[in-house]
């Protein structure tokens, strides 16, 4: 039977070649058939008399491809599963006994004194650099309703162990006492063109009243930073400018209530003496004791928490 149908398509020289048989096929699918490119005189061109129709895949090559492509994926993503931005990597057996042991100590002890906190602290200390004494309050307060939030500032008696880098908005006279009295960065309209080009390498922006106005636009650009003067937090100087830049360069705290209704700072270093510590955790409470709203109802504080930078949270009663 095979033999018969070769004869007949040698005995018959108009047969049609296979580039039209399969254009045949797609029309009678009810798919139009692609036309051969021409060139400019109207000429069909060499490469497109030359094609003919793709050969079928083989069965199961087109399921084979897909396969074969995604295994190497997978085993890309598997190893770069403890290594993905936001993910921390897996802790050693000896620090995941460490931690787990120094929890449960502190399980076992409950609130404790500052005292006896901060000594805990510093022979859990595993870090090689010097980390910063942290202390947490959790408030009773209703962040929802704008009397009863809290916030402010507080001078630490010993300071908080690090340079502050002060920028004072101030014209006239005000720029030379404020360099004087330690500002790293005093001025007016200069200072604002910088900071319009991006330009935020302060750690606290304190500014006169006279020159509030200028500075509201610089809202969008220090407002999400933290960094806008603003008379709550007590960066808007109304007194004397010189005694406002030595409490900020020497440790002049702020603080206010998170979405949580809690209260977090920093109120010092590990290489600090456990009685400037001491005396710089108890000011801060202090004074979040004194801004207590009129209109919060009982307990306002409810724990206080003493922690480092690496290390766990150690409940206290002050």
Same mark, same amino acid.
């Given at each position: 039977?095979?033999?018969?149908?070769?004869? =007949?398509?040698?005995?018959?020289?108009?047969?049609?070649?296979?580039? &039209?048989?399969?254009?045949?096929?797609?029309?009678?699918?009810?798919?139009?058939?692609?036309?051969?490119?021409?060139?400019?005189?109207? %000429?069909?061109?060499?490469?497109?008399?030359?094609? #003919?129709?793709?050969?079928?895949?083989?069965?199961?090559? &087109?399921?084979?491809?897909?396969?074969?492509?995604?295994?190497?994926? $997978?085993?890309?993503?598997?190893?770069?599963?403890?290594? !993905?931005?936001?993910?921390?990597?897996?802790?050693?057996?000896?620090?995941?006994?460490?931690?787990?042991?120094?929890?449960?100590?502190?399980?076992? @002890?409950?609130?404790?004194? /500052?005292?006896?906190?901060?000594? /805990?602290?510093? $022979?859990?200390? !595993?870090?090689?650099?010097?980390?910063?004494?942290?202390?947490?309050?959790?408030?009773? /307060?209703?962040?929802?309703?704008?009397?009863?939030?809290? !916030?402010?500032? /507080?001078?630490?008696?010993?300071?908080?162990?690090?340079?502050?880098?002060?920028?004072?908005?101030?014209?006239?006279?005000?720029?030379?006492?404020?360099?004087?009295?330690?500002?790293?960065?005093?001025?007016? =309209?200069?200072?604002?063109? $910088?900071?319009?080009? #991006?330009?935020? =390498? *302060?750690?606290?922006?304190?500014?006169?009243?006279?020159?509030?106005?200028?500075? &509201?636009?610089?809202?969008?650009?220090? #407002?999400?930073?933290?960094?806008?003067?603003?008379?709550?937090? #007590?960066? +808007?100087?109304?007194?004397?400018?010189?005694?406002?830049? !030595? @409490? *900020?360069?020497?440790?002049?705290?702020?603080?206010?209530? =998170? %979405?949580?209704?809690?209260?977090?700072?920093?109120?010092?270093?590990?290489? *600090?003496?456990?009685?400037?510590?001491?005396?710089?955790?108890?000011? *801060? +409470?202090? $004074?979040?004791?004194?801004?207590?709203?009129?209109?919060?109802?009982?307990?306002?504080?409810?724990?206080?928490?003493?922690?480092?930078?690496?290390?766990?949270?150690?409940?206290?009663? +002050?």
């Amino acid at each position: 039977m095979a033999k018969k149908q070769s004869a =007949d398509a040698a005995d018959n020289p108009k047969t049609e070649p296979a580039a &039209a048989a399969a254009a045949k096929g797609k029309e009678k699918e009810g798919k139009p058939a692609k036309e051969p490119k021409k060139d400019g005189k109207g %000429k069909t061109s060499p490469a497109a008399e030359g094609a #003919g129709p793709a050969p079928a895949p083989a069965e199961g090559g &087109a399921a084979a491809a897909p396969t074969a492509a995604a295994a190497p994926a $997978q085993s890309e993503s598997a190893k770069r599963k403890g290594k !993905r931005p936001g993910i921390t990597p897996r802790r050693g057996k000896k620090l995941r006994n460490h931690v787990k042991n120094q929890y449960q100590k502190l399980d076992k @002890e409950g609130p404790t004194n /500052v005292k006896r906190a901060i000594g /805990v602290l510093k $022979q859990m200390k !595993r870090a090689k650099f010097d980390e910063t004494i942290e202390v947490h309050m959790s408030l009773g /307060v209703d962040t929802t309703q704008s009397d009863q939030l809290v !916030r402010g500032t /507080v001078s630490l008696p010993h300071g908080i162990g690090k340079a502050v880098r002060v920028l004072v908005f101030c014209q006239g006279d005000n720029v030379t006492k404020a360099k004087e009295a330690g500002a790293d960065y005093a001025g007016s =309209d200069d200072l604002i063109k $910088q900071i319009q080009g #991006g330009w935020t =390498d *302060f750690d606290v922006a304190l500014a006169t009243q006279d020159m509030m106005g200028p500075v &509201a636009r610089l809202g969008k650009i220090l #407002g999400p930073r933290g960094l806008m003067p603003t008379p709550k937090a #007590g960066t +808007v100087i109304t007194g004397d400018i010189a005694t406002a830049v !030595r @409490e *900020f360069k020497a440790g002049k705290v702020e603080y206010r209530t =998170d %979405k949580g209704g809690n209260v977090h700072a920093g109120v010092g270093k590990m290489s *600090f003496d456990e009685d400037k510590l001491i005396a710089n955790v108890a000011a *801060f +409470v202090d $004074q979040v004791r004194a801004v207590k709203p009129a209109s919060v109802k009982g307990n306002y504080i409810k724990s206080i928490t003493l922690s480092a930078t690496m290390s766990p949270g150690i409940p206290i009663t +002050v």
